[in-house]
DNA sequence: TGGATGACCTTAA
DNA sequence: ATTAAGGCCATCC
């Protein structure tokens, strides 16, 4: 496990409920901007695992990135968290997760 | 047009 | 056989 990883972890389990975060943003948290795509590895593969909350991770469209019936729970577990999911999308000026971007450095020291 | 993004795909242990 | 890490490029603003 690298600290990328690890850090990914952190992130994902510090996202509030009723709100969101992409893949870029953690990636980019984790001090790996390009790695957007190993967040979305990290969130299909360990989630079940890690018991993440997978559901609060979109992509940067604000939008749901999975396909089928996947997304349709997903989208059903945002909703249930008071997020308004419109036909796959989210309102990201309303539902982002904003947060302090030290506080999480100072969470992860560095 | 160009820059950002990505529930992947391949390689390594 | 499993599980983890990372990257490059087609796609979508």
Redesign the pocket.
């Known amino acids: 496990?690298?600290k990328?990883?690890e850090d990914v972890l952190e992130i994902i389990l510090m996202i509030p409920r009723g709100k969101v975060m992409?893949?870029?943003?953690i990636?980019?948290l984790a001090n790996n901007?390009?790695?957007?795509?190993?967040?979305?590895?990290?969130?299909?593969?360990?989630?079940k695992k890690y018991k993440l909350p997978?559901?609060r991770?979109?992509?940067?469209?604000g939008s749901?990135?999975?396909t089928g019936e996947?997304?349709f729970i997903?989208s059903g577990m945002l909703e249930s968290e008071g997020i308004e999911v419109i036909n796959k999308k989210i309102d990201l000026k309303k539902h982002l997760f904003k947060l302090l971007w030290k506080m999480i450095r100072k969470a992860l020291s560095f």
């Open positions: 496990m690298t990328f990883t992409t893949y870029g943003q990636a980019a901007p390009r790695a957007a795509r190993q967040v979305s590895r990290i969130l299909h593969s360990l989630s997978w559901h991770v979109i992509n940067s469209k749901i990135s999975l996947l997304g997903q």
